[in-house]
């Protein structure tokens, strides 16, 4: 159980495009997931929580309207990245809670 | 500044002999710690947790020790095995009064299994 999914797995996108990541709780369903990007080498850094029916509420230097995000359904949060650039390439991933937090496999983000 | 350290990137342990992985954190306010696994190019997967009310929590191979006093926490694996060669997170988070906060993580240690 406690199964989160990503996609896609992977994009690469020109400089200046959006793009949108999906993260879906499969087998239970999560008021709260969050949003995480990893940059190599480093640790995992919280960007934003994501709270179904409500705003998001970003961590300080996330900014909210380069990193939309869009918790429509209790099974399901969207991040889109707008007018991506090359310092936003990344691994994003995003967690929903069920007691711990289970994560997603991950969105590696390339931009061109 | 780094709230939750991992201050060794790398740890190479024997199979069969015990895996010792090491964190410390800052933040007083953390009552709540958690270990991850994770493998390149994939999410964490959860390993143990602890809470801070506890100093130790065993589950199988993995036991989690926590001294409040000193800060620090520690994830011991017995016997290690080669499928635990991996990339170790330590995380922490607080519980704020409208539920669990995102989880603060440390770089991690990645841990060499040797035959």
């Known amino acids: 159980g406690a199964v989160v999914s990503q996609h896609p797995s992977w994009v690469i996108c020109k400089s200046g495009t959006s793009v949108k990541i999906e993260c879906r709780s499969l087998d239970f369903q999560a008021t709260t997931m969050f949003w995480y990007r990893q940059f190599p080498k480093q640790s995992l850094m919280l960007m934003a929580t994501?709270?179904?029916?409500?705003?998001?509420?970003?961590e300080q230097g996330v900014e909210k309207d380069k990193f939309l995000i869009n918790h429509a359904s209790l099974t399901l949060s969207t991040l889109t990245v707008t007018s991506a650039h090359p310092e936003d390439s990344s691994f994003y991933i995003c967690?929903?809670?069920?007691?711990?937090?289970?994560f997603g496999p991950g969105t590696r983000l390339t931009v061109l | 500044d780094q709230q939750v350290k991992q201050n060794s990137p790398s740890l190479s342990v024997q199979e069969g002999r015990i895996s010792i992985l090491n964190c410390d954190y800052t933040?007083?306010?953390?009552?709540?710690f958690l270990w991850y696994k994770k493998y390149p190019a994939e999410g964490p997967t959860f390993l143990i947790s602890?809470?801070?009310?506890?100093d130790k929590n065993e589950d199988g191979r993995f036991t989690v020790f926590l001294n409040k006093s000193a800060k620090h926490l520690s994830l011991h694996i017995v016997p290690s095995q080669p499928g635990d060669s991996a990339v170790y997170f330590c995380a922490a988070r607080t519980y704020s009064g409208g539920g669990a906060d995102g989880l603060t993580f440390g770089k991690g240690t990645h841990l060499i299994i040797q035959p």
């Open positions: 933040n007083s306010m953390f009552d709540y």
């Open positions: 967690s929903a809670t069920l007691n711990e937090q289970f």
């Open positions: 994501s709270n179904e029916g409500s705003k998001a509420t970003y």
């Open positions: 602890i809470s801070s009310i506890k």
